[in-house]
């Protein structure tokens, strides 16, 4: 079997969620022994294919993006050649630049799309695009949801349940570095033995802005790893909230962003809106058994993060909630690492990527017979 996942980013190029779970799935699929393809698009000038962890990623020149949506005259004639030796196409919504190369080529092969979001941002370019929308989820065989939570919250998925499945995004624990005593001593030494970390691609949604009003009368070290396109307006609101606990670190090399999270007292997810479809890092705060905080927006954040039992769940956009909940945990270190062990029993029953690889290969046999 080979299949052809399709999406506006990868690795190496983005280090985002939707990557990371191609990114499992593609190298899980090889340990199968399915033949695994991805496709995306890349701002740079670089090899066109690329050799990844057993399997292959072909990328292709953008020319511009308008509303987050990259486009690409070659993706068209790549996407053709690619899709012509697949036996699976399997796509990653939203991208609506997606389904125009999926109708132009014409696509009869099998497919799947994991739906890793609603639109939520772009109402007004949502209406011109509804209908193009609608028919390339009528035209898919299967849509896959990534949480129960997401799939009664969703409006649009509502209308697909004939052909809906739900796999929750699983990780691959050994493929994370494991930093060494050096590397973890240097973060020690830098920010003690108690703090908290939000690790994640500094975007609208995901409620900085709210996790830097809750920060205020706190002295509690904050540490933001993750760079992304509201970096310098968080700078500016910290700096003119005089927060002094908080640390803007940046992209990091995955060792660092490891050795922070095993040293972490707790790990802060404080999106706020539906965007936030899943929530990867928070994920990978389980996975090292750390309490979490998160908010109650209908996604699989709550998914992941169950209320009172691996962490605190907040209602969105609430600083004083947020603000109670830190220090909650801050105030209570022996709740707090027991909520951290549960995090982690929940991580290996529920979340691993060998479950979510199984899956989708299943789903891949049921649709070609």
């Known amino acids: 079997m080979r299949v052809l996942h399709f999406f506006k980013t990868s690795f190496p190029d983005s280090m985002g969620g939707t990557e990371q779970v191609i990114h499992q799935l593609a190298r899980g699929n090889s340990l199968l022994g399915i033949k695994t393809d991805v496709l995306s698009l890349t701002p740079h000038t670089c090899p066109a294919t690329v050799d990844m962890d057993g399997y292959q990623t072909h990328r292709v020149r953008r020319r511009f993006e308008v509303a987050s949506t990259g486009f690409s005259v070659s993706a068209f004639r790549r996407f053709a050649e690619l899709a012509e030796r697949a036996d699976v196409i399997h796509y990653h919504y939203p991208w609506p630049f997606m389904d125009m190369v999926h109708f132009a080529n014409r696509v009869k092969k099998p497919t799947v799309v994991t739906y890793h979001s609603d639109i939520i941002r772009q109402k007004r370019l949502l209406l011109i695009y509804r209908p193009l929308q609608q028919r390339f989820l009528a035209s898919v065989d299967k849509i896959v949801a990534t949480s129960s939570n997401y799939v009664e919250s969703s409006q649009l998925l509502g209308q697909y349940t004939t052909k809906l499945s739900v796999i929750p995004i699983g990780l691959d624990k050994s493929t994370y570095p494991e930093p060494g005593p050096k590397k973890l001593t240097y973060w020690r030494q830098r920010f003690g ?41 968080l700078r500016c609101q910290a700096k003119a909230l005089s927060l002094t606990n908080i640390h803007f670190l940046g992209q990091l090399p995955d060792t660092d962003k490891v050795a922070l999270l095993m040293l972490c007292s707790g790990v802060l997810f404080p999106s706020h809106l539906r965007s936030e479809a899943f929530g990867i890092a928070l994920l990978e ?85």
């Open 193 to 233: 033995s108690k703090f908290f970390l939000f690790v994640g691609v500094l975007r609208y949604y995901k409620g900085l802005h709210i996790l830097l009003e809750a920060a205020q009368g706190l002295d509690y070290p904050i540490v933001i790893v993750g760079a992304g396109p509201i970096e310098r307006d």
């Open 285 to 369: 705060g389980a996975m090292y058994g750390k309490p979490m905080i998160s908010s109650e927006i209908g996604t699989g954040t709550t998914h992941i993060n169950i209320a009172n039992e691996t962490g605190l769940v907040v209602p969105p956009s609430d600083s004083f909630a947020l603000r109670q909940a830190m220090r909650y945990l801050w105030e209570h270190p022996k709740e707090s690492a027991a909520m951290g062990v549960r995090a982690a029993e929940r991580y290996w029953s529920h979340f691993t990527a060998t479950k979510m690889v199984r899956s989708y290969a299943d789903l891949y046999q049921k649709i070609i017979n």
